[in-house]
């Protein structure tokens, strides 16, 4: 498993834990496929069921595809 991959998964795990994330949701069934096979793996159903629901909250978290954004200095625009 790459590094961005074991990032995307102690994410997953977090947002399961603090009840951001169902288990038993096909969002997290996605999740696991790409942990596994990337996002390019994903088929176009999959990406889009990332895109929608996985991405946003993923988002939020500090977290893009498994990386982590680079944190934005008060008062830059971005």
């Known amino acids: ?3 961005a991959n074991k990032e995307l998964s102690k994410a997953i795990e977090r947002l399961c834990e603090t009840g951001e994330l169902d288990p038993w949701s096909p969002a ?3 999740a696991l496929y790409a942990i596994q096979n990337g996002y390019r793996g ?3 159903a999959q ?3 990332y895109d929608r629901e996985l991405a946003p909250v993923l988002e939020r978290h500090g977290f ?3 990386e982590k954004k680079p944190a934005r200095e008060k ?3 971005a």
């Open 28 to 30: 997290y069934g996605v």
């Open 42 to 44: 994903l088929t176009s």
């Open 47 to 49: 990406r889009g069921v």
């Open 75 to 77: 008062g830059r625009d």
């Open 1 to 3: 498993m790459s590094g």
């Open 64 to 66: 893009v595809l498994g």
